[in-house]
C-alpha cells in the first residue's frame, strides 16, 4: 500500500486551485486508484446501441480495466455484463463484436450463460448435484453491471451499484449528445465506417486535457495545418474549396478567434468548447440537408439545430464528442503511460451521404493515427510523459484566465475560449470522486 491508498487527504492535495501535481500523471498507484475510484463512481460511456441491434449481438469493451461485454438481450433491452466466467475466470467473449445467439458459452469448459448473464447450463452437471453449488456465487452466472443506462442509444454504466444518479451526473452537458442525435432528420444515429485504435505512450488525462486546450493548435499544428493554409492562400481566385481544406484550415486560426469561440463548463467534471461559434462553423452547406431537416423540424428549430456548432464536449472521464462533425473519442486507460485512443464515427440516419464523407474525412485527417494533425499531439503527449518525471518542478500550471470567485456550478457561465477553465474543472471533479468511495459517501455522489 502506498502514500495515496485511503488517504483522500493526500489525493486532494495534489490538485491545487490551478495546480495539478505531477503523480496525478505519471504515479502507478494514482493509476490503479483512479480505476477503483473514478472509473466505478462515474458514468463511463460502454457503447452505442447501433452496434447491437439484434438479439443476441454483443461489443465486448472495458470500463477502467474492467472487460465488460455489452449485449442485447432477448427481451431486446441492452444489459452490461462483467465479461469474466464464474467458473475459473475465462473471458467468455473473446471476439470484440459478432452475434452469441440466445447465449454465451464460455470456451474452456462449456458453461453457458444467457445474455441477462443468469447460468443456463453445466455440462455433465451431475457431478454438481450433491454439493451446495446452488448457493456459491458462481451459480449467479455472468455479474450484470447494475447502474446501466441508455440515453438517446448512447450507453453508460457505473460499476458502483451505488452512487451518483446518471441525471445528476451529466445534468445539462446532455444537450451535446442532444445535438448530435438532433442532427438527424430521423433523430437517430449509426456508428458507421469502422473506428480507428491506436495507443499512445501518456497517461489518459493528456488526452482529455488537451480537447479544450485551445492554445496548441496554431502552434503544434502549424507545421501541419499552417502548410494547407498557406498552399490554400495560393490557389487562384474562385477556385473551389475542397472539403479538406475545409477541415483543416480552421486549426491554424487565430488566439483572438479561440478567445471568442468561447468555453463553458457544467459539474462534475464535463465542459466545451465552441459555444458562440466554433472551427467547424463555416463548412459549407451540403446540397438538401437544410431542406430535409427543415421538413422533419419545422424551419426554426432546424435552424437552431444546426446553428449549434460545439467544438470539443468533454464528457468525464474519458469520452469526448464533436457533434457538428459527428466523431467521438473515447479514451481508455491502459496504465499509468498508455492509452488507447478509439475514434468513432456517426452517421446522420436520413441524411445526404456528403455529411458521411465529410465525417470519415475529417476522422481520417484529424484524428488516424496516420493523420498529419493527430501526430503532432502524439508528439507532444508522449514528451510530457517523459519530462513529467524531471525533479525539476512538480506541478502542472493551469493559470490561464484562472479567477479565484470563477463559477463552479453555472452552466450558464460562458467565458473566453482559450481559458484553462476546464481543466481545473476537470481535476476538481477528479478528486471529487477519487476520494469520494474513499471517505464512504458514493450515495449521492461527490460534492
Ligand atoms: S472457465 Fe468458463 S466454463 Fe470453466
Ligand atoms: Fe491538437
Redesign the pocket.
Known amino acids: 500500500m502506498g502514500r495515496y491508498t485511503d488517504n483522500p487527504a493526500a489525493i486532494r492535495a495534489l490538485v491545487r486551485e490551478a495546480e495539478v501535481h505531477k503523480d496525478t500523471y505519471i504515479d502507478p498507484e494514482i493509476f490503479d486508484l483512479e480505476m477503483e475510484h473514478l472509473f466505478a463512481n462515474t458514468w463511463v460511456y460502454v457503447g452505442h446501441a447501433s452496434q447491437i441491434p439484434n438479439k443476441g449481438d454483443y461489443y465486448s469493451t472495458t470500463v477502467g480495466l474492467e472487460p465488460v461485454v455489452m449485449v442485447r438481450h432477448t427481451d431486446g433491452s441492452i444489459r452490461v455484463l462483467y465479461n469474466r466466467?464464474p467458473?475459473?475466470?475465462?473471458k467468455?467473449a473473446g471476439e470484440t463484436c459478432g452475434n452469441t445467439g440466445k447465449f454465451f458459452r464460455?470456451?474452456?469448459?462449456?458453461?453457458t450463460f444467457k445474455t441477462d448473464g443468469s447460468l443456463l447450463s453445466i455440462p455433465f452437471k451431475q457431478g454438481y448435484e450433491k454439493t451446495e453449488f446452488s448457493c456459491c456465487e458462481a451459480s449467479g452466472g455472468m455479474a450484470a453491471v447494475q447502474a446501466v443506462q441508455v440515453y438517446r442509444d448512447f450507453v453508460f454504466c457505473r460499476l458502483n451499484p451505488e452512487g451518483i444518479s446518471f441525471d445528476d451526473f451529466f445534468g445539462k452537458s446532455l444537450s451535446t449528445i442532444d445535438n448530435m442525435v438532433d442532427r438527424s432528420p430521423e433523430g437517430k444515429l449509426q456508428i458507421t465506417g469502422g473506428v480507428l485504435r491506436y495507443i499512445n505512450r501518456c497517461n489518459w488525462k493528456m488526452l482529455v486535457d488537451n480537447q479544450t486546450d485551445t492554445t496548441h493548435p496554431m502552434v503544434v499544428h502549424e507545421s501541419s495545418a499552417g502548410t494547407a493554409a498557406s498552399a490554400w492562400s495560393k490557389a487562384p481566385p474562385g477556385t473551389l474549396k475542397p472539403m479538406a481544406v475545409e477541415v483543416f484550415t480552421p486549426f491554424v486560426s487565430s488566439y483572438e478567434f479561440f478567445a471568442e469561440m468561447g468555453i463553458r463548463v457544467w459539474p462534475h467534471g464535463h465542459g466545451h468548447t465552441g459555444v458562440s461559434k466554433s472551427i467547424h462553423s463555416d463548412y459549407s452547406a451540403i446540397p438538401g440537408y437544410l431542406e430535409q431537416m427543415e421538413a422533419a423540424y419545422g424551419k426554426e428549430r432546424a435552424h437552431a439545430i444546426l446553428h449549434e456548432n460545439r467544438h470539443n464536449t468533454i464528457y468525464f472521464p474519458n469520452l469526448t464528442m464533436k457533434g457538428p462533425v459527428q466523431t467521438m473519442r473515447v479514451f481508455k486507460p491502459l496504465a499509468v503511460d498508455r492509452t488507447l485512443v478509439e475514434s468513432w464515427t456517426f452517421r446522420l440516419v436520413g441524411a445526404p451521404d456528403m455529411l458521411l464523407e465529410r465525417t470519415l474525412m475529417y476522422n481520417r485527417l484529424i484524428n488516424a493515427p496516420t493523420s498529419v494533425v493527430a501526430h503532432d499531439d502524439t508528439e507532444v503527449y508522449e514528451r510530457a510523459q517523459e519530462a513529467l518525471h524531471s525533479r525539476g518542478r512538480d506541478w502542472m500550471n493551469l493559470y490561464r484566465l484562472y479567477d479565484k470567485d470563477e463559477p463552479r456550478d453555472d452552466p450558464q457561465h460562458e467565458t473566453n475560449g482559450t481559458n484553462e477553465l476546464q481543466m481545473r474543472n476537470q481535476m476538481r471533479a477528479w478528486a471529487d470522486f477519487m476520494t469520494a468511495s474513499m471517505q464512504g459517501k458514493t450515495e449521492g455522489g461527490a460534492a
Open positions: 466466467c467458473h475459473k475466470g475465462v467468455v464460455c470456451p474452456y469448459h462449456a458453461w
